[in-house]
């Protein structure tokens, strides 16, 4: 069974860093699409950025280009996401997810799979 766990969030003051790490186990994960997508209260789910299961591929969100940077292990099968000059507008449940393609991933189509989340907060 597909199996994602992150790791990694806390709470920390704007301009501050934060590293989130996935562990993926349950599929081959060279050959799955996986990324980061959040939700933070009264808003809905985006995604924050992806990465194709090859690595050639990179996907991010407009808001985070230049402060966050995704890669990727696939000898160790985790995805991380190193998060830079965090600001209160990152605060959020982030959430590791994948599926067999980036569309597939970043549009939500049937047979994506998803972890708990963890939690981001970025003080003022």
């Known amino acids: 069974e597909v199996h994602l766990v992150e790791s990694g969030g806390g709470l920390v003051q704007a301009g501050g860093s934060l590293r989130l790490s996935c562990a993926a186990s349950g599929f081959t994960f060279d050959d799955y699409a996986i990324g980061w997508f959040r939700q933070a209260p009264g808003k809905e789910r985006e995604g924050v950025s992806c990465i194709s299961g090859s690595g050639a591929s990179i996907h991010y969100a407009d808001s985070v280009k230049g402060r966050f940077t995704i890669s990727s292990d696939n000898a160790k099968n985790t995805v991380s996401l190193q998060m830079n000059s965090l600001e209160p507008e990152d605060t959020a449940v982030y959430y590791c997810?994948?599926?067999?393609?980036?569309?597939?991933?970043?549009?939500?189509?049937?047979?994506?799979?998803w972890g708990q989340g963890t939690q981001v907060t970025v003080s003022s």
């Open positions: 997810a994948t599926h067999e393609d980036l569309v597939s991933l970043i549009t939500d189509a049937p047979g994506g799979y």
